[in-house]
């Protein structure tokens, strides 16, 4: 047994407004949600979708779980910039350096993101969504392996990558020192391919949590990884 992973989803202020701003700058379509927040198709290999979910949730740090666009040439890298700036996102800061040829953004939840330059040969045909970086250890990036049942892409110096046997975004770990929890972030949904409660008791056997709240309003359960990142799965629709 495994899981799919349903969608990648943002805590979101509000929901409405950063579905817009996503969907604009991916071209993505809205999709129906299972839950109490909006649902975008990613429209990539990998099958997920993108959640927007309501959250209090006040962010304090970094995020631990960013993605990367990618970008076929300089003049493509600069209008996806220009596409996310006018659609409320800022440029944001977190060390890159004046010399940097990716781009650092925010979206207007304060979410960062990088615009990739052109060439990246790690994400060639990973589509748009290239990447979903994540700050974790090598243990985090064998879990998720296991729990998903995507294959390693990369393992070498404490640094995981999986993607889908499909292809599409590869989601990535870049191994210690770790990030401080942000408070507000990106988050798995899974769906399992059985029983819910059979694959709860399995990703608990790979290391996963239970955590004191497992049980959520819409019959989801609440775990976290073996880095402590809450993830829920759902239930099959």
Same mark, same amino acid.
């Given at each position: 047994m495994?899981?799919?992973?349903f969608?990648i989803?943002?805590? +979101?202020?509000?929901?409405?407004?950063? +579905?817009?701003?996503?969907?604009?700058?991916?071209?993505?379509?809205?999709?129906?949600a299972?839950?109490?927040?909006?649902?975008?198709?990613?429209?990539?290999?990998?099958?997920?979708r993108?959640g927007?979910?309501?959250?209090? /949730?006040?962010?304090?740090?970094?995020?631990?779980?960013?993605?990367? #666009?990618?970008?076929?040439?300089? =003049?493509?890298?600069?209008?996806?910039?220009?596409r996310?700036?006018?659609?409320? /996102?800022?440029? /944001?800061?977190? !060390?890159?350096?004046?010399?940097?040829?990716?781009?650092v953004?925010?979206?207007? *939840?304060?979410? =960062?993101?990088?615009?990739?330059?052109?060439?990246?040969?790690?994400? /060639?045909?990973?589509g748009?969504?290239g990447?979903? +970086?994540?700050?974790?250890?090598?243990? %985090?990036?064998?879990f998720?392996? *296991?729990? #998903?049942?995507?294959?390693? %892409?990369?393992?070498?110096?404490? =640094?995981?990558?999986?993607?889908?046997?499909?292809g599409?975004?590869?989601?990535?770990?870049?191994?210690?020192?770790?990030?401080p929890?942000?408070?507000?972030?990106?988050h798995?949904?899974l &769906?399992?391919?059985?029983?819910?409660? +059979? *694959?709860? *008791?399995?990703? %608990?056997?790979? !290391?996963?949590k239970? #955590?004191?709240?497992?049980? &959520?309003?819409?019959?989801?359960?609440?775990l976290?990884?073996p880095?402590?990142n809450?993830?829920r799965?759902?239930?099959?629709?």
């Amino acid at each position: 047994m495994s899981s799919r992973l349903f969608a990648i989803t943002f805590d +979101a202020h509000q929901p409405e407004r950063l +579905a817009r701003f996503w969907s604009g700058v991916m071209g993505l379509e809205r999709a129906d949600a299972p839950h109490d927040g909006v649902t975008l198709q990613s429209g990539n290999d990998a099958g997920y979708r993108l959640g927007f979910r309501p959250s209090h /949730a006040q962010k304090t740090a970094q995020n631990r779980l960013h993605f990367d #666009l990618t970008s076929s040439s300089l =003049e493509d890298q600069q209008e996806t910039v220009a596409r996310a700036l006018a659609l409320g /996102a800022r440029h /944001a800061d977190v !060390g890159q350096g004046p010399d940097a040829s990716h781009v650092v953004l925010a979206d207007p *939840e304060g979410n =960062e993101f990088c615009v990739i330059e052109p060439g990246n040969n790690f994400l /060639a045909g990973c589509g748009f969504a290239g990447a979903l +970086a994540c700050d974790g250890s090598q243990t %985090v990036g064998y879990f998720w392996s *296991e729990a #998903l049942g995507w294959p390693l %892409v990369w393992d070498q110096d404490e =640094e995981t990558a999986v993607q889908s046997p499909n292809g599409g975004t590869k989601i990535t770990w870049g191994g210690p020192p770790r990030m401080p929890d942000p408070g507000k972030d990106l988050h798995f949904d899974l &769906v399992p391919n059985g029983d819910q409660q +059979a *694959e709860v *008791e399995r990703l %608990v056997s790979l !290391g996963a949590k239970r #955590l004191d709240s497992d049980q &959520v309003g819409d019959g989801a359960v609440l775990l976290a990884d073996p880095d402590g990142n809450e993830f829920r799965v759902i239930r099959r629709r």
